[in-house]
């Protein structure tokens, strides 16, 4: 199955508490119960002003699907073609 990285911008996201963050991790949550085993959230990387998100998801509709339900912002869904990582470059 495809997997997408989300780019969403939101203003002070460095800044969000705890509390916030697990509000918006409960609110993704639910949305992806509500869409199915199809769409999964692997992980986030929160940024100054930006929160990138790994998912697996059969196509981009579905990722912005749950962006939609959630109400969070997909300024950008960029499918991953390959991975690299130090291994590389043996």
Not at 6 to 34: M, N, W, Y
Not at 56 to 85: C, L, W
Request: proline share 7%.
């Amino acid at each position: 199955m495809p997997k997408f990285v989300i780019e969403r911008e939101i203003p002070g996201a460095g800044k969000l508490t705890k509390d916030q963050l697990q509000g918006i991790s409960q609110k993704s949550c639910g949305v992806l119960r509500e869409l199915g085993p199809q769409v999964q959230w692997l992980e986030s990387f929160v940024t100054d002003d930006k929160i990138y998100c790994v998912y697996i998801a059969p196509d981009e509709a579905a990722v912005r699907k749950h962006a939609e339900m959630g109400g969070f912002p997909a300024n950008r869904v960029s499918q991953v073609r390959t991975m690299i990582d130090p291994t590389t470059s043996e």
